[in-house]
């Protein structure tokens, strides 16, 4: 069955430190692949967009990579802020099933004065 | 901006009731999406909605239905509320079926059945 892999354990950073957040996935050839960006009691709030034919993409402090070999998407916070601290989750699209995606559990970030 | 409006932020039932979830989006999408979310199970699609009147099952539609009588809003129905229902409900909305459209999300409703 299809799965998606993300850091089950939070993830503790020093602010102004690189944070990386890992996302893998099995049994899937998805088309696109989503980040958002979840606050405590709040909704997912859409942050990047990678397409399967892009390997990089950037937005401000942002980078998000996507390695359709390794089944693997990586995330990148430079210059991380206590700001930045949420639940993070990424989110598979494939182009024959339109705009329905299958979410990660997310991974909690935590930054650190 | 899209603004997507969940009515309730908490609701408390009981086992047995009929339990309704309102949604409501002031884009004018087509598509609307209600999820269910637990810890470490992420977010799970119950049903969404390419149209008016028009449903289709999720991954985890059983004891779920919906409506969608109007364009702007999407229902979720608990037919008869069980404890394992307890949980973060999310609706969200696209504007149409085309690809790499990002999910708009309301703030979600934490619901708890006793």
């Known amino acids: 069955s299809q799965k998606i892999e993300q850091n089950s354990e939070a993830l503790n950073i020093q602010e102004g430190k690189t944070a990386t957040l890992t996302c893998n996935y099995t049994?899937?050839?998805?088309?696109?692949l989503q980040w958002y960006r979840q606050d405590p009691g709040r909704g997912p709030v859409f942050l990047l967009l990678?397409?399967?034919?892009?390997k990089e993409k950037r937005k401000e402090r942002l980078k998000v990579t996507f390695d359709t070999t390794l089944k693997q998407s990586l995330f990148h916070i430079t210059a991380s802020q206590p700001a930045d601290s949420a639940t993070y989750l990424c989110?598979?699209?494939?182009?024959?099933?339109?705009?329905?995606?299958?979410f990660g559990s997310g991974t909690r970030l935590s930054i650190r004065p | 901006d899209v603004k997507v409006t969940q009515s309730s932020r908490y609701l408390v039932k009981r086992t047995g009731e009929k339990v309704f979830l309102e949604c409501v989006q002031d884009?004018?999408?087509?598509?609307m999406f209600w999820y269910r979310q637990d810890p470490g199970l992420g977010l799970r699609l119950i049903y969404f909605?390419?149209?008016?009147?028009?449903?289709e099952k999720g991954d985890i539609p059983e004891g779920y239905s919906v409506s969608r009588e109007k364009k702007e809003r999407f229902s979720l129905i608990l037919e008869s509320a069980s404890t394992n229902q307890t949980s973060m409900y999310l609706c969200?909305?696209?504007?149409?079926?085309?690809?790499?459209?990002?999910?708009?999300f309301g703030d979600g409703t934490r619901l708890s059945i006793l």
């Open positions: 969200a909305s696209t504007p149409d079926r085309g690809l790499y459209q990002p999910q708009h």
């Open positions: 049994n899937y050839s998805p088309a696109y």
């Open positions: 990678i397409r399967e034919n892009e």
């Open positions: 989110a598979l699209g494939s182009d024959s099933s339109a705009s329905k995606i299958i």
């Open positions: 884009m004018d999408h087509e598509n």
């Open positions: 909605s390419y149209d008016v009147k028009m449903k």
